[in-house]
């Protein structure tokens, strides 16, 4: 509860903090807008590779012409302005660097210059939570062992939900169930970017003005999403999946507590400890009252008589039983809060959210029945879906990280079916596949 106080202090006693943004799409133009503005921080420089939209970006977002205008790093690192460039590795190499701010969304990328920013000290926010699913737990301790902090980005559903979870086991509750709200239906597994503007709810009108991606939208709408963000709280807080993947209840926010704990206490879940994302549609396509679309929760135990009654006098959102109670955000602001997490890393040395260990996966689903020949098209396409799964039993199943799901095929998959690093052409040579599978084989359960 000091982290403006200790920005100030740190202008005064040694300059502001130098940040490197990756990637200038919707997360990284939401920090732009409000990094600029924030006492003791710096963007050293912008790398895109369309340098021409990280101009517009900061264009967009109110920067004045001069503040993105320095003709190299050293000048901005002189001048207090930013550099931009398609060069993301000069960018991380940039004398006076302090942390890089990874936002590209493409798995791939974000493991590859997470490990750059790593060789180089610098400290990592890695907003592709695509990338911490894939890689997050070996970057992690890469981190860790190098002296710099691996973080999870604030602002986006994964740290806030963390920053839950640390509250309710600080204060001495068992932590029973957390996640998040979305727009949810069986139906939307087989969504496309042809069909998501309807599914998501959205009128053309309102997707023209937005100048939104539909296969990033799609991602959220299939379940993908869900899933990937689900498994990057499971590696950073230690809950578990549940046993077969996300059962997207509908539920009200002012009944989590209710529905979010066990079933064999009358709830949904298969048991305590676990992570859920919760539908604000009910199966019948009409709208839950009261739902978290765009909020996160948690749902805890109350461990005594006397706390059961203080969470009832105090309306904490208890269940009929007063065995349990939830708290509740409503909403989250992505990118314009991701100053938290520069500021808690550098003025704390505390990551907002960071993997400790292999929890759980995302595994490619087969949206319609695949054919040898085709090459998979990724996150929030035509193909396949994300599943949410128990990183032993991806294991046991081998199946295809979701993020490395643009191979060709080399044999048929049903419909439904998991894709395996069987069904798949696998390039040896490819770096991220080289690091996913020491990964796998660091952190895959003792036998």
């Not at 539908?279 to 749902?299: A, F, I, K, W």
Request: proline share 6%; with cysteine.
């Amino acid at each position: 509860m000091n982290l403006f106080r200790l920005l100030q202090e740190r202008v005064i006693a040694r300059g502001p903090i130098r940040i490197g943004l990756i990637g200038a799409g919707k997360f990284g133009t939401m920090f732009l807008a409000q990094a600029r503005l924030t006492p003791g921080m710096q963007i050293l420089g912008i790398a895109d590779l369309n340098v021409e939209r990280a101009r517009e970006a900061c264009r967009g977002t109110g920067w004045p012409a001069e503040q993105f205008a320095a003709p190299s790093f050293a000048e901005a690192l002189k001048s207090g302005g930013t550099h931009l460039t398609d060069d993301a590795m000069a960018l991380i190499a940039a004398d006076g660097l302090d942390v890089v701010i990874e936002a590209t969304g493409i798995p791939s990328a974000g493991t590859r210059h997470a490990l750059a920013a790593i060789a180089h000290r610098r400290h990592i926010i890695m907003v592709c939570v695509e990338a911490d699913v894939l890689t997050g737990p070996l970057l992690a301790r890469r981190a860790e062992e190098a002296g710099v902090i691996y973080s999870l980005a604030y602002g986006d559903q994964p740290a806030i939900i963390c920053e839950l979870v640390d509250w309710a086991r600080a204060c001495g509750f068992p932590v029973t169930c957390a996640g998040k709200g979305t727009r949810y239906h069986p139906n939307f597994h087989e969504s496309t970017p042809e069909t998501v503007w309807d599914n998501f709810g959205w009128s053309k009108e309102t997707v023209a003005k937005a100048g939104v991606n539909p296969k990033m939208f799609n991602s959220f709408i299939d379940g993908t999403k869900s899933g990937i963000e689900m498994a990057a709280v499971c590696n950073a807080t230690g809950l578990v999946p549940p046993p077969d993947g996300l059962g997207f209840p509908p539920v009200p926010a002012a009944e989590i507590a209710k529905f979010l704990k066990p079933k064999a206490d009358g709830g949904t879940l298969a048991y305590k400890g676990t992570v859920e994302v919760i539908s604000s549609l009910n199966r019948d396509m009409t709208p839950v009252p009261h739902h978290l679309q765009q909020g996160v929760y948690v749902t805890f135990e109350a461990p005594t008589e006397y706390t059961q009654r203080s969470l009832k006098e105090y309306w904490l959102l208890p269940d009929e039983t007063g065995k349990y109670a939830g708290l509740y955000r409503p909403l989250h602001l992505i990118g314009l809060e991701l100053g938290i997490s520069v500021a808690s890393i550098m003025l704390r040395g505390e990551a907002t959210g960071s993997a400790t260990g292999w929890q759980a996966d995302v595994v490619a689903t087969a949206k319609r029945d695949l054919t040898a020949g085709e090459v998979l098209d990724g996150e929030g396409g035509y193909m396949v879906w994300g599943k949410i799964m128990p990183a032993a039993t991806s294991l046991a199943k081998n199946g295809l990280p979701l993020g490395l799901a643009h191979m060709k095929l080399v044999r048929p998959v049903a419909k439904g079916r998991l894709v395996s690093w069987a069904d798949v052409e696998v390039d040896p040579t490819d770096p991220t596949v080289a690091f996913r599978r020491e990964m796998e084989k660091v952190f895959a359960p003792k036998k």
